[in-house]
């Protein structure tokens, strides 16, 4: 299993997941088992509660939304396509699809261990599309810009928040993980991407973003 959510409307809660063969499953508070939800013309990427309804994305952008209890699909948005992997994000009341974009990239690497130089194939993050959910006409509507609001996004989780509650200089960026970021090991494996100019940096070259995974300074004095 990879990202889950939960909602509690209606009663009982429900969590839901992607499977590994690419389908959701479904877990209900007052059934005992997961269910595998048959459906899947392309594998899905990320799942999300909006508005308090469960609702899932696949690799071509087609998003639905999941009925509980009785695990019914519903159109939410049509495919968009294009990128290589989808995620949902909530964003001051609306919904939002980003779409990342990859590329194989080959660098060189360092092992210390047998002083060998090798050369390895990564996939690096290149570029961000943004969408917002229109949701009479069931589809997706390119946003080319996100003002004040800063998304961050993980395999894991995705969550967006406005520059000034951050407390930071600066929105309309996308801060994500990334491993072979410009094909060189980064701190942390974490890039900014910025709307404003379709430029991707190292987090560490972003201090204003960089300082809010930086623990406290009590946390750091408790750590000498």
Not at 152 to 159: E, I, K, R, V, Y
Request: hydrophobic share 40%.
């Amino acid at each position: 299993m990879e990202k889950l959510v939960l909602t509690t409307t209606p009663s009982p809660f429900a969590l839901l997941t992607i499977h590994i063969s690419g389908k959701l499953a479904l877990f209900r508070s007052d059934h005992p088992d997961w269910t595998i939800i048959p459906d899947m013309p392309t594998p899905y990427d990320d799942v999300c509660v909006f508005r308090g309804t469960l609702h899932a994305v696949d690799n071509t952008g087609r998003t639905v939304t999941v009925s509980v209890p009785d695990a019914a699909l519903a159109l939410a948005a049509a495919p968009v396509f294009g990128g290589d992997k989808k995620f949902l994000v909530e964003s001051d009341g609306a919904l939002l699809l980003v779409d990342l974009y990859l590329s194989n990239r080959e660098f060189e690497d360092f092992d210390d261990y047998d002083a060998a130089e090798i050369a390895i194939e990564w996939e690096r993050t290149v570029r961000f599309e943004v969408f917002r959910l229109h949701e009479e006409e069931k589809r997706w509507v390119e946003v080319t810009s996100l003002g004040d609001t800063v998304l961050f996004l993980g395999d894991d989780c995705a969550f967006s928040a406005s520059a000034n509650d951050l407390g930071v200089g600066r929105g309309n960026c996308i801060i994500f993980r990334d491993d072979g970021l410009e094909g060189v090991r980064v701190q942390n494996g974490m890039g900014v991407f910025n709307l404003d100019d379709g430029k991707i940096s190292p987090l560490s070259e972003c201090p204003d973003f960089a300082q809010l995974f930086r623990p406290p300074d009590w946390a750091r004095l408790q750590l000498h």
